[in-house]
């Protein structure tokens, strides 16, 4: 049965941008890559993985070219009491509009890909 194995967010500098997606979606950067990171020895060509492989899981991967923002990767986020919007913005984030009705906002992450938080009392 077909189903969705991983996401994966294009960016500049993987290394650099998988912490605050790690942060922001609640999912560690495997151990592997933490340490090439630490080490400095995390190739341009390699990603990072967020998650582990035998569930749904992120690839931060780097990419040549970006297009345009708004046609990159769209994620919608959850948060919860023990993140929420400020731990967004101290993680990287910027806000870039509220919801009227305060359903989502819209931030960007360090690279500039939007996305959308969705409070823990909102609706999805």
Request: charged share 25%; proline share 10%; with cysteine.
């Amino acid at each position: 049965m077909p189903h969705l194995e991983a996401i994966t967010i294009h960016a500049r500098q993987p290394a650099e941008l998988a912490p605050f997606w790690s942060a922001a979606l609640g999912l560690p950067i495997d151990p592997a890559d933490v340490a090439a990171i630490a080490d400095g020895t995390l190739g341009d060509r390699e990603s990072v993985l967020l998650g582990q492989r035998d569930g749904l899981h992120v690839w931060v991967s780097p990419a040549d070219e970006l297009p345009e923002l708004g046609g990159r990767v769209h994620l919608d986020v959850r948060l919860d009491d023990d993140f929420g919007p400020q731990d967004l913005l101290d993680a990287g984030a910027t806000l870039v509009w509220d919801e009227p009705q305060g359903r989502w906002s819209v931030y960007t992450d360090p690279e500039d890909n939007r996305f959308c938080a969705v409070p823990a009392t909102g609706k999805p």
